[in-house]
């Protein structure tokens, strides 16, 4: 057994604790929580969520044994489907949070959770739930659809499906989701912005061939365009458009500006970003804290660490006050330049003056660490963000994984996946990935099956790799029944969730026995 990853006594969710939980009820109607029993509330939800067996149970009864109406404010909701997003949780289970949340009398529903749950159910490719949430939402809380829940929906959609579905996706939402509204300019660039953001820039280019007589551009279509051409095209591509807008008597912005800035500072062009900062200025355009940031990495990407701090110097001179962004900026430029002991010192710095390390600080620390090769140091780094109880993002919790497996360390990787599920994260199926690899060539077969059954039991994918790898070393061990369980939870979340070509799809054919 991983006795590691079971929940602490006072963190599992048992009928015999029912009591305590009618008893909290009763008391949070009466006394509002505090912020640090809101934070002890929003970990406690977002574990039973995620916990819970999916698609074994529904997820309601649950729940509403477990979760005291009178506790779910508008900020807690939000904070647990933000973070449920932030964990890749399944779709369907955040869904029903939301659904459980909307049925409580005193709950006031926003247009952020509602966002959030959309953005979920999207970003899984859920389509027909998250129609069907829009749908409901239209019916129930129309002033809830904002241009946010338009763009959240079209650009995945843009992602996933074709050009003809976006197209008739925004129909769609004419027609039927925003009643009553008249489609104007705003609208047109939302659903421009759904396939500049993907790179798609040839749709992009058909969409304003196609739809501008109705919808009358204006500078921020172009600067949508504009900065669909720097995702995707570079340099070159910006310039070539930007001469076309102006040529089209489109006057630039500080936004237009700002986007030119950055396409020259990410390709290292630090010189020609400074001028377009000259000319800026010269137009009676103040250059704004993303400015600056943007300038900041720029230096970095250019290798010129003086004019990285000479810039971050320069910002409170300019009445801007500096932001986690900005350090993350000279963070990054330090890192860049390898002086990892001054990035250290300037993360010492930022805590020193209340400024907190958030995704990026720890991820770009981590990165710089891990090019030293210093263990140590990536060790020391982990036990600090753990103390703090901080869960990064996705991508650093892929990157940590990769490092302690590839280190011959899979013993750091099985504990950060005990941390991060008694923390109510779900770890990505990619993070799974690299650890059952590192745990079966380590012969630990036993812990590699238990992590792909809590993957599995929150209701998430493991991929079709990695399954049959384990198939073949649970085969060797003569673990037939241990195949089986495997084989029928990938089978029975067939039914509930989306079809991936990388997923697994169980035993293709009746198990032999290996001698």
Same mark, same amino acid.
């Given at each position: 057994?991983?006795?590691?990853?079971?929940?602490? /006594?006072?963190?599992?969710?048992?009928?015999?604790?029912?009591?305590?939980?009618?008893?909290?009820?009763?008391?949070?109607?009466?006394?509002?929580?505090?912020?640090?029993?809101?934070?002890?509330?929003?970990?406690?939800?977002?574990?039973?969520?995620?916990?819970?067996?999916?698609?074994?149970?529904?997820?309601?009864?649950?729940?509403?044994?477990?979760?005291?109406?009178?506790?779910?404010?508008?900020?807690?909701?939000?904070?647990?489907?933000?973070?449920?997003?932030?964990?890749?949780?399944?779709?369907?289970?955040?869904?029903?949070?939301?659904? *459980?949340?909307?049925? $409580? +009398?005193?709950?006031?529903?926003?247009?952020?959770?509602?966002?959030?749950?959309?953005?979920?159910?999207?970003?899984?490719?859920? *389509?027909?739930?998250?129609?069907?949430?829009?749908?409901?939402?239209?019916?129930?809380?129309?002033?809830?659809?904002?241009?946010?829940?338009?763009?959240? &929906?079209?650009?995945?959609?843009?992602?996933?499906?074709?050009?003809?579905?976006?197209?008739?996706?925004?129909?769609?939402?004419?027609?039927?989701?925003?009643?009553?509204?008249?489609? @104007?300019?705003?609208?047109?660039?939302?659903?421009?912005?759904? *396939?500049?953001? $993907?790179? $798609? &820039?040839?749709?992009?280019?058909?969409?304003?061939?196609?739809?501008?007589? /109705?919808?009358?551009?204006?500078?921020?279509?172009?600067?949508?365009?504009?900065?669909?051409?720097?995702?995707?095209?570079?340099?070159?591509?910006?310039?070539?458009?930007?001469? =076309?807008?102006?040529?089209?008597?489109?006057?630039?912005?500080?936004?237009?500006?700002?986007?030119?800035?950055?396409?020259?500072?990410?390709?290292?062009?630090?010189?020609?970003?400074?001028?377009?900062?000259?000319?800026?200025?010269?137009?009676?355009?103040?250059?704004?804290?993303?400015?600056?940031?943007?300038?900041?990495?720029?230096?970095? %990407?250019?290798?010129?660490?003086?004019?990285?701090?000479?810039?971050?110097?320069?910002?409170?001179?300019?009445?801007?006050?500096?932001?986690? @962004?900005?350090?993350?900026?000279?963070?990054?430029?330090?890192?860049?330049?390898?002086?990892?002991?001054?990035?250290? +010192?300037?993360? !010492?710095?930022?805590?020193?003056?209340?400024?907190?390390?958030? @995704?990026?600080?720890?991820?770009?620390?981590?990165?710089?660490?891990?090019?030293?090769?210093?263990? !140590?140091? %990536?060790?020391?780094?982990?036990?600090?963000?753990?103390?703090?109880?901080? %869960?990064?993002?996705?991508?650093?919790?892929?990157?940590? &994984?990769? *490092?302690?497996?590839?280190?011959?360390?899979?013993?750091?990787?099985?504990?950060?996946?005990?941390?991060?599920?008694?923390?109510?994260?779900?770890?990505?199926?990619?993070?799974? !990935?690299?650890?059952?690899?590192?745990?079966?060539?380590?012969?630990?077969?036993?812990?590699?099956?238990?992590?792909?059954?809590? &993957?599995?039991?929150?209701? /998430?994918?493991?991929?079709?790799?990695?399954?049959?790898?384990?198939?073949?070393?649970?085969?060797?061990?003569?673990?037939? =029944?241990?195949?089986?369980?495997?084989?029928?939870?990938?089978?029975?979340?067939?039914?509930?969730?989306?079809?991936?070509?990388?997923?697994?799809? @169980?035993?293709?054919?009746?198990?032999?026995?290996?001698?």
């Amino acid at each position: 057994m991983l006795r590691w990853i079971k929940p602490s /006594r006072s963190t599992q969710i048992f009928p015999r604790n029912l009591a305590f939980f009618r008893f909290y009820a009763l008391v949070s109607t009466y006394h509002p929580l505090s912020s640090s029993e809101k934070e002890i509330e929003i970990q406690r939800i977002i574990k039973i969520v995620n916990d819970h067996p999916y698609p074994d149970r529904p997820l309601h009864p649950t729940l509403q044994q477990h979760v005291p109406p009178s506790i779910l404010s508008t900020p807690l909701v939000e904070n647990v489907l933000g973070r449920l997003f932030a964990s890749h949780s399944n779709g369907l289970k955040a869904f029903e949070f939301f659904k *459980f949340s909307l049925r $409580q +009398a005193h709950f006031r529903p926003t247009s952020d959770a509602f966002e959030k749950t959309l953005h979920i159910l999207a970003r899984m490719r859920y *389509f027909d739930k998250a129609w069907e949430l829009m749908e409901e939402i239209q019916r129930t809380h129309p002033s809830l659809l904002t241009l946010k829940s338009m763009s959240i &929906m079209l650009s995945r959609i843009a992602k996933f499906q074709t050009y003809e579905d976006t197209l008739e996706a925004f129909e769609r939402m004419e027609k039927n989701v925003f009643v009553g509204r008249k489609f @104007g300019i705003d609208e047109f660039n939302v659903l421009l912005r759904a *396939f500049c953001t $993907q790179r $798609q &820039m040839k749709e992009a280019r058909s969409v304003f061939n196609k739809m501008h007589p /109705r919808f009358s551009p204006n500078t921020k279509t172009m600067n949508i365009l504009l900065l669909g051409f720097k995702e995707s095209g570079g340099v070159t591509a910006v310039e070539l458009f930007y001469h =076309e807008m102006v040529r089209r008597g489109f006057k630039p912005n500080h936004v237009t500006y700002s986007i030119r800035i950055d396409a020259y500072c990410k390709k290292g062009c630090l010189g020609d970003g400074l001028r377009l900062l000259n000319e800026m200025e010269r137009v009676n355009y103040l250059p704004t804290v993303e400015t600056m940031t943007t300038l900041i990495h720029g230096a970095g %990407v250019a290798r010129n660490i003086t004019k990285a701090r000479e810039l971050f110097d320069e910002i409170p001179l300019r009445n801007l006050k500096p932001d986690v @962004g900005v350090y993350n900026a000279l963070l990054s430029s330090l890192v860049r330049s390898r002086d990892v002991k001054s990035a250290a +010192a300037l993360m !010492d710095e930022m805590e020193m003056k209340g400024i907190r390390h958030d @995704g990026i600080t720890y991820h770009t620390m981590y990165f710089g660490l891990m090019k030293s090769r210093n263990l !140590d140091c %990536v060790s020391e780094l982990y036990d600090k963000m753990t103390k703090k109880n901080f %869960v990064p993002k996705t991508r650093t919790v892929v990157m940590l &994984m990769k *490092f302690f497996c590839e280190s011959r360390q899979p013993n750091l990787g099985l504990n950060f996946w005990g941390y991060l599920l008694e923390r109510g994260h779900c770890p990505h199926s990619h993070a799974l !990935d690299l650890l059952v690899t590192a745990l079966c060539s380590h012969g630990r077969v036993q812990e590699a099956f238990e992590c792909s059954k809590q &993957m599995l039991e929150r209701g /998430r994918h493991m991929s079709e790799l990695v399954f049959r790898m384990l198939e073949r070393f649970l085969l060797q061990s003569g673990n037939m =029944e241990k195949l089986m369980k495997l084989d029928e939870m990938i089978k029975r979340l067939q039914v509930f969730l989306p079809p991936s070509r990388s997923h697994a799809t @169980g035993i293709l054919s009746p198990p032999t026995k290996m001698n």
